[in-house]
């Protein structure tokens, strides 16, 4: 069966499994969707070992044909992030930018680092050879959050404004940065030249100034060439040129082609929305891109669900998973805890801000296809063939897995008692 055939079927049971939930469940479609693909995937596994049917060999076949770092990366998360870009209010913005750069900028680092030592100093004790320099690799990847899963999630679930703001903002503009420390570390672990800061300085100002710029400058062209025409059908196709084409253009030019999206899908949306489009197509385009973002989120969900039946889990594996939750949670709790530490002092926030931010910083799909680009072979146990990617993956994907099901399912409360203070506060 083709890739493009595999696709299609995955795309049909995350509908069928949206489909039932909206019907007799009350979960969000996409913690709903990576639920339905990870118990199917333990069905088919149980079912493989006691011997009632064998399909985990070709499930297994079959999604390994699905180059998941490409087809996210390079594919659908232009997409996804344009989407998200549209849905936020620059005024908005215009208020939270010390804190959303706060927590894009320093938590990545403090959480990146944080893990990395303390993953390290663990499995020292634990007697499992785990270099510093992977562990803070693990660190760099699981630190940034996830922009798919918290506008998937966390987005919907109408949170106050001030929180809503930092952590759709963080989410969708650390990942420059996350990026520039995720290549530096990478460059040290399995590169031949030992970076410099020169070296580091010049890739940020690359790809985060220049995706920033380069957005900035798509955003601009598709404003004219849609406020060009009247045509309703023609305005929208229009805006499907800038995750496209506009997305395979900025790794060509070796800039951040994520945060590009961003910025025009935010240009697009705060200004191109009001005077550039007809009034048909103005109603029409939230409608629209609501439509392409839950087709591929269900699509990317699904594939998280399943993507443990490529996965060979040992021992200490398991336990490596095990520690990686809580310690990720940890970090994320600190990190913002510090950020709020300076937030305070210039401004009164909601009580509940460091919890929900902490709660709600869900990894998802980003993660795990930067682990998958992790190169296989350098062992850390020769003799049962665990290697430092085997161990990075699985650690992502339980951070991942924990992060949707439980963090996403559980977050609403906290969200709650947030509009209820305000409520007073308002009153």
């Known amino acids: 069966m083709s890739v493009y055939s595999t696709l299609c079927f995955l795309a049909a ?12 469940g009350k979960m969000q479609s996409t913690i709903a969707i990576t639920a339905g693909a990870l ?19 070709i499930a297994a076949d079959q999604l390994g ?15 996804l992030l344009f989407a ?43 007697g499992i050879q785990f270099d510093l320099i992977y562990c803070l690799l693990f660190g760099a990847l699981i630190s940034p959050t996830d922009p798919i899963a918290v506008l998937a999630i966390v987005k919907k679930l109408n949170a106050p404004k001030r929180i809503s703001t930092q952590i759709e903002g963080e989410s ?29 300085g010049k890739l940020f100002l690359q790809e985060a100034i220049g995706g920033i710029a380069y957005g900035f400058a798509l955003g601009l062209i598709f404003h004219y060439l849609i406020s060009a025409t009247n045509d309703h059908s023609m305005e929208l196709l229009l805006t499907l040129g800038i995750p496209t084409a506009g997305y395979v253009l900025a790794d ?4 951040s082609g994520p945060l590009a999206m961003v910025v025009s899908g935010i240009m697009i949306g705060n200004w191109t929305r009001y005077i550039g489009f007809s009034k048909e197509s103005e109603d029409h385009l939230d409608h629209f891109w609501e439509l392409v973002d839950e087709f591929l989120n269900g699509l990317l969900f699904l594939l998280i669900g399943m993507s443990m039946l490529q996965f060979a889990f040992h021992q200490e594996d398991w336990i490596m998973m095990v520690i990686a939750v809580p310690l990720v949670l940890l970090s994320r709790y600190l990190s913002v805890k510090l950020s709020y530490v300076g937030f305070n002092r210039y401004r009164d926030y909601n009580p509940l801000s460091v ?38 993956l699985v650690m992502t994907y339980a951070v991942v897995v924990f992060s949707i099901l439980v963090q996403g399912s559980t977050i609403t409360p906290l969200i709650h008692k947030a509009k209820q203070w305000e409520a007073k506060q308002n009153a």
């Open 355 to 392: 919890k929900i931010l902490t709660w709600g910083g869900l990894r998802g799909g980003l993660a795990l296809a930067m682990a998958m680009s992790i190169p296989a072979g350098i062992m850390v146990i020769p003799d049962k063939q665990i290697d430092v990617r085997e161990i990075i």
């Open 13 to 24: 049971a995350a509908m069928l499994i949206a489909f039932i939930n909206s019907k007799i």
């Open 172 to 200: 969708l503009f650390n990942d420059g940065f996350g990026l520039v420390i995720f290549v530096t570390l990478f460059t040290i672990a399995f590169g031949n030249e030992a970076p410099t800061a020169m070296g580091v």
């Open 39 to 57: 118990i199917l995937s333990l069905i088919i596994i149980v079912a493989g070992q006691n011997g009632w049917f064998h399909l985990e060999s």
């Open 252 to 255: 060509v030019l070796h800039v």
């Open 84 to 126: 998200g870009g549209l849905g936020i209010k620059l005024p908005h913005l215009k208020d939270q930018k010390w804190e959303i750069t706060t927590l894009a900028l320093f938590a990545t680092l403090f959480s990146t680092f944080f893990i990395g030592f303390a993953l390290w100093g663990i499995c020292q004790g634990l």
């Open 65 to 79: 044909k699905i180059d998941f770092e490409s087809f996210l990366l390079k594919g659908i998360l232009g997409f």
